[in-house]
């Protein structure tokens, strides 16, 4: 078990953690967290760096102060599918089931998304023999509507390979949009009832200005770039992700689970690292951000660390700016 003293400390400090994931599961705070290796890997825009082999479930006490380590999860080993890079998962629970999502290169290099299942929140989980048909890209994000139905949200620019899909195949040539030209969107697509597939076409998803513009391929402060996540405030719908080059954490406001969704602003501004990554929890009747970033190790992009914050609302639903390094008082 990791005690932490502050609030603004990594949740654990035995391993690396990165794109954290948390969910209220039996009343209890866990995170699935993607586990950075101590390794030395060249780095580029391929995200060669981020080469991750397993996962590892977090769970935190009541008081937040404590985190433990349930230890492995699922290891690569054990996806027959998979032949690298176990990125930024997420987790759902569904009739007696735990699902653990999580992205991987296929033999051919390409990303896809898996699934694997188990009977407990912390794991292990049995991966399903091949990844979800019709899936691709990463870091996808599931989010269950009060109404009964769960949706998958996905998608990340150069490593993650959303370039290469927008004929809805896979050019391994594909490039993204000019600058003036709408930016690629994330992907959403409802689950099937078992959660084991995809229940349509995913779709592409439009983020557009207070006019209704879409925001453009060049507006690297605004436009989506990976890492996305869904949760619901007060009956509407907010997705949040990173803009990637420009290092924030931001979001955008919509009316259904698919948009459109209009920009609003930022959530968290730049955290030590070049990734940014988050999701977000009610909790006891707050809410958090969970987040990331590379203190732990004096800065090594591949080697981070999990941190969590409260997160607050204005009374027009509009959610305060984190800054994750206050000047202290
Ligand atoms: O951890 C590997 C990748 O880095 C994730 O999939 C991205 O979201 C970024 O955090």
Redesign the pocket.
């Known amino acids: 078990m990791t005690t932490r003293s502050r609030a603004d400390e990594p949740l654990v400090t035995h391993i690396y953690t990165?794109?954290p994931s948390a969910h209220v599961f039996q009343g209890k705070l866990y995170v699935y967290p993607?586990h950075?290796l101590d390794h030395e890997m060249a780095s580029n825009d391929n995200?060669d760096q981020?080469d991750?082999e397993d996962y590892h479930v977090l769970s935190l006490d009541e008081d937040l102060a404590h985190a433990v380590d349930h230890g492995e999860a699922l290891h690569l080993r054990d996806i027959p599918w998979a032949s690298k890079q176990l990125?930024?998962p997420d987790a759902a629970y569904k009739d007696g089931t735990y699902y653990l999502f999580f992205?991987a290169r296929d033999p051919h290099g390409i990303f896809r998304i898996g699934v694997a299942t188990g009977l407990s929140p912390q794991g292990p989980f049995r991966a399903e023999p091949s990844y979800i048909p019709g899936s691709f890209s990463?870091?996808p994000a599931v989010f269950a509507d009060d109404d009964g139905r769960t949706y998958m949200y996905f998608g990340?620019l150069w490593?993650?390979q959303l370039e290469k899909w927008r004929t809805g195949t896979y050019n391994a040539d594909g490039e993204g949009p000019a600058a003036t030209e709408p930016a690629l969107g994330p992907r959403a697509v409802e689950l099937k009832g078992d959660l084991l597939g995809f229940k349509e076409t995913p779709r592409e998803i439009r983020i557009v200005d207070e006019a209704g513009q879409p925001i453009l391929a060049g507006d690297e402060d605004r436009r989506y770039f990976?890492?996305p996540w869904m949760h619901k405030h007060d009956g509407r719908y907010y997705l949040s992700y990173?803009t990637g080059t420009t290092h924030k954490i931001v979001y955008a406001i919509g009316e259904t689970p698919y948009g459109p969704f209009v920009f609003q602003g930022t959530i968290l501004t730049p955290v030590v690292g070049w990734?940014?990554?988050h999701s977000i929890v009610r909790y006891n009747d707050k809410w958090y951000l969970f987040y990331?970033d590379s203190s732990l190790s004096g800065g090594a992009d591949n080697k981070?660390c999990v941190k969590m914050t409260e997160l607050r609302y204005n009374d027009d639903g509009t959610i305060q700016t984190i800054d994750p390094y206050p000047p202290s008082e």
Request: glycine content about 22%; cysteine-free; proline content about 4%.
């Open positions: 990165a794109d993607s950075d995200g981020y991750m990125w930024a992205p990463i870091d990340g490593g993650g990976e890492g990173s990734t940014t990554h990331h981070r």
